[in-house]
């Protein structure tokens, strides 16, 4: 299992700051997320930056069970 951390809309879509989900890729894991948490999640990972442990992240990062990933949200302010 990943863990992953929810930050932000993420956060509040999922009602969860952090989870351990299951997955050999950035793609699967996020899959499994949606399935997990829905579409209001769903929604919000389709605009967000995924992070693997502390480095940029593509959907087809391979990962390892001890690996951290980090959904961040776009931010908006003013």
């Known amino acids: 299992m990943v863990q992953v951390r ?4 993420a956060r509040e879509a999922a009602g969860a700051s952090v989870c351990d ?3 050999e890729t ?3 894991v996020l899959r499994a997320a949606r399935v997990r948490f829905g579409d209001a999640l769903g929604a919000v990972l389709e605009h967000s930056t995924v992070w693997v442990n502390g480095e ?6 391979a990962l390892v069970p001890s690996d951290e990933l980090a959904v961040l949200p776009p931010v908006s302010g003013g």
């Open 21 to 23: 989900l299951q997955g």
């Open 26 to 28: 950035v793609e699967e």
């Open 56 to 61: 940029p992240a593509s959907a087809e990062h």
């Open 6 to 9: 929810l930050f932000g809309t």
